[in-house]
């Protein structure tokens, strides 16, 4: 089975202060999407990226930015975290190639990460 | 732009009552996916479905069956018999396949609380 694994499941940091969020996929898979969840919002997405090195803007990337220098693994940075920074948040992958995103996703277990 | 609209925020069902969750979509392509995916209280999403926009076919998969009609752009989802397990957040998603390095979008989300 695909297995997406998000570093922690639970994550508090202080305002101001630099938060990486680990994604990594043990399936080779092309793309991988970072969403935040908020209620009443659904998810909504921050970055994707379809190859290494690669990255896309989703809907919400301000105040985010995303690194991808194995095929792997995909980061989520907080540049300066901000109380309204706190949420839960997916990563996910899917298969791709070519962008391809009529796949399926495959997700993670999610970070729930407060900024305080 | 594409859209994906849930109206239902929460609804509550006995167990063993139908339940239907409906999802409307909005885009301006011929080609497109829409997914339903759930989130049990563990919080991983969980790939439920993926119909084509060629595809009109209604489908069912023991207790749960999706009926997707174009002509009103929609993609609802019943669960007949619901059970307690059935308590969840269901999302429904729309890719516009064609393109390249675009996301799936999702809906805001029904939550379904099934009580015993």
């Known amino acids: 089975d695909v297995k997406v694994t998000q570093s922690s499941r639970y994550l508090v940091k202080r305002t101001g202060e630099k938060v990486f969020l680990e994604c990594v996929q043990d399936m080779d898979h092309e793309n991988m999407f970072w969403y935040r969840q908020d209620p009443g919002l659904g998810l909504r997405l921050i970055y994707f990226?379809?190859?290494?090195?690669?990255?896309e803007k989703g809907d919400i990337p301000e105040g985010y930015s995303v690194s991808r220098e194995k095929k792997e693994r995909f980061s989520l940075i907080l540049e300066s975290a901000s109380t309204n920074q706190t949420s839960m948040y997916l990563c996910?992958?899917?298969?791709?190639?070519?962008?391809?995103?009529?796949?399926?996703?495959?997700f993670g277990s999610g970070t729930q990460l407060s900024v305080l | 732009a594409q859209k994906v609209t849930q109206a239902q925020t929460e609804i509550s069902v006995v167990e063993k009552e139908d339940v239907t969750l409906d999802c409307v979509y909005e885009?301006?392509?011929?080609?497109?996916?829409l997914f339903w995916y759930k989130q049990p209280p563990s919080g991983e999403l969980v790939f439920l479905i993926r119909?084509?926009?060629?595809?009109?076919q209604n489908e069912i998969s023991g207790r749960y069956s999706w009926n997707f009609q174009k002509s009103t752009s929609s993609f609802n989802f019943t669960i007949t018999a619901s059970q307690v397990v059935d308590s969840a957040v269901y999302f429904c998603a729309l890719s516009e396949a064609h393109k390249a390095g675009t996301a799936l979008i999702f809906g805001k989300g029904t939550t379904l609380s099934v009580s015993s």
């Open positions: 119909r084509n926009s060629f595809d009109e």
């Open positions: 990226s379809y190859d290494v090195k690669m990255k």
């Open positions: 885009t301006r392509d011929t080609t497109y996916y």
């Open positions: 996910a992958s899917s298969p791709g190639g070519g962008g391809a995103t009529n796949e399926k996703l495959f």
